[in-house]
């Protein structure tokens, strides 16, 4: 279940250039629990968190409110079974403005080596993320809005729909 985002989202996208960081991977590791214990430099300029504020908290504190949460049940049941995830996601950043990331995240064990179909050995993971096209970028939103607002009518239907919700789904 999604919770509130950490900070009020503000309709301005941000991109890798604008940051400076046009060939450089965004790259973070994760317990897992998906509780990050390593965020790059560059991670950091794009998320504008500093080091001590994205260490030891979980990687959902950039989860912006548009994306599905059907996207990250997926992603969850895909690396938990050992299976490397990639899609584009949308990420919010501190100052409330947004990101676009193709993201590759892989399983990976104790050493921090990679690993593929042994979800016994898990224990964190790896993203490493790039900015996607931006027919990439069109598609991904287009198919998450629909996405999305299904599941925001469906929580409404149930009665159980947040506030914070409700202004998404107006917004859709």
Do not use: C, Q
């Not at 080091?51 to 030891?56: A, H, N, S, V």
């Not at 895909?78 to 947004?98: A, E, H, M, Q």
Request: avoid cysteine.
């Amino acid at each position: 279940m999604a919770s509130a985002p950490s900070v009020e989202p503000i309709d301005e996208e941000v991109t890798f250039s604008d940051e400076g960081i046009d060939a450089r991977a965004l790259i973070t590791r994760t317990d897992r629990r998906g509780i990050i214990t390593f965020a790059s430099k560059a991670y950091r300029n794009m998320t504008k968190y500093s080091k001590e504020e994205l260490i030891g908290k979980p990687h959902s504190i950039v989860r912006h409110p548009d994306m599905p949460e059907a996207a990250f049940k997926e992603m969850w049941n895909t690396i938990l079974s050992g299976r490397r995830w990639v899609g584009i996601v949308k990420n919010l950043r501190k100052d409330g403005k947004y990101y676009w990331v193709i993201v590759k995240i892989d399983p990976i064990d104790k050493n921090g080596n990679v690993i593929e179909e042994e979800p016994e050995k898990i224990e964190g993971f790896l993203a490493i993320r790039r900015e996607p096209s931006k027919e990439d970028i069109k598609k991904a939103e287009e198919y998450y809005k629909v996405i999305r607002k299904a599941e925001l009518v469906e929580k409404r239907k149930r009665g159980v729909i947040k506030k914070w919700e409700e202004k998404i789904l107006n917004k859709l």
